[in-house]
């Protein structure tokens, strides 16, 4: 089992930035990939970005490319999301995922994703 717990989630003006923050703990070594999705109200839930445990290669959806980064600190099994110019449309609930099957680094659909955190909320203000 690995839990997930994510932070840093808040209320900020459309063109500001957040980062969001996603600790690991349990059985953090059978992580392959870590992720980042998001749900708005009434949407299914959506890949947002992934990164590799191992080499450190990432992912993003085409609706955040150029203005999120994710990034991981392997020593303290913690993966961030560094949000920047951020619009109303990017409010939502953020959820942190990981897997231990390493071609799912490649998977959009959140099913096939192992592990969730409880999510953190985003609200982008216009």
């Known amino acids: 089992q690995v839990q997930l717990v994510e932070s840093g989630g808040g209320l900020v003006q459309a063109g500001g930035s957040l980062r969001l923050s996603c600790a690991a703990s349990?059985?953090?070594?059978?992580?392959?990939?870590m992720g980042w999705f998001r749900q708005a109200p009434g949407k299914e839930r959506e890949f947002v970005a992934a990164i590799r445990r191992t080499g450190g290669t990432t992912r993003y959806a085409d609706s955040v490319k150029g203005r999120f980064t994710i990034s991981a600190d392997n020593a303290k099994n913690t993966v961030y999301l560094q949000t920047n110019s951020l619009k109303p449309e990017d409010t939502a609930v953020y959820f942190c995922?990981?897997?231990?099957?390493?071609?799912?680094?490649?998977?959009?659909?959140?099913?096939?994703?192992?592990?969730w955190g409880q999510g953190t909320q985003v609200t982008v203000s216009s």
């Open positions: 349990g059985r953090t070594f059978s992580i392959s990939a």
């Open positions: 995922a990981s897997t231990y099957v390493g071609d799912r680094f490649y998977v959009n659909a959140p099913p096939q994703w192992d592990f």
